[in-house]
């Protein structure tokens, strides 16, 4: 049961357009939304997350959204840049008993082209 | 410090073999995660350590053994490994009674062969 899905494996943008990938979730327990960026063989980086309370949260030229009526949330990237060129994966997360669970999604690869 | 470090970078071993991967955090953390992550996979979650005790175990082989000796170390020991528990093998710690995201260490790339 996959509880956060990316359904793009894929996204190319030309350098200084806008990025935007998207994440849709199914579980309403979820607290919190991240975002976190990867390189091979590296940990994933954190970007950005956003509480289930707000709808937006800005930081620099990263933008998340949420919807949580669609159960949906997207980043934004602008202007976007090579060097944004990585794995991007979205996350939830829920406090259980047991402590703080992170699920992420399958992941959306984002080539930035000159 | 605001690192998570994962010892060794890189990790060979025999089907036959013990060896133990090491993470370390000095953020004051008090949760401590070790997830598995296979090429052009999602990161899965292994176990959950929260005050230094074992609070989640996600139905994981008995090959994979987790310790917390401190609040500061996590380690995972492994033996008789199999050639498909090749992976990235990421630590990652939190605040335990918060809700949001964690640090990531940068991973022990392990080989089985």
């Known amino acids: 049961d996959q509880q956060v899905k990316q359904n793009s494996p894929s996204l190319s943008v030309q350098e200084g357009r806008i990025s935007i990938l998207n994440c849709d979730y199914t579980?309403?327990?979820?607290?919190?939304f991240l975002w976190y960026k990867k390189y091979p063989a590296e940990g994933p980086t954190f970007l950005i997350s956003?509480?289930?309370?707000?709808d937006k949260n800005e930081d620099g030229r990263f933008t998340v959204f949420l919807n949580k009526s669609a159960k949906h949330l997207s980043l934004h990237i602008v202007p976007s840049q090579p060097g944004d060129s990585a794995v991007y994966f979205c996350?939830?997360?829920?406090?259980?008993?047991?402590?703080?669970?992170?699920?992420f999604g399958t992941g959306t690869q984002l080539k930035v082209e000159l | 410090d605001t690192e998570v470090t994962q010892t060794p970078k890189h990790l060979v071993m025999g089907m036959t073999n013990k060896k133990s991967l090491k993470c370390e955090q000095h953020m004051g953390h008090r949760a401590m995660y070790w997830y598995k992550q296979k090429a052009k996979k999602p990161p899965e979650l292994m176990f959950v350590y929260s005050y230094e005790k074992l609070s989640i175990n996600e139905s994981v082989p008995s090959r994979f053994s987790p310790e917390c000796p401190n609040s500061s170390l996590l380690n995972l020991h492994l033996h008789a490994l199999q050639p498909e528990d090749s992976a990235l093998y990421l630590c990652a710690s939190s605040q335990a009674d918060r809700g949001g995201g964690y640090t990531f260490g940068s991973g022990t790339r392990l080989t089985v062969v």
């Open positions: 579980n309403s327990m979820f607290d919190y």
């Open positions: 956003i509480s289930s309370i707000k």
């Open positions: 996350a939830a997360s829920v406090l259980t008993g047991g402590g703080n669970k992170l699920t």
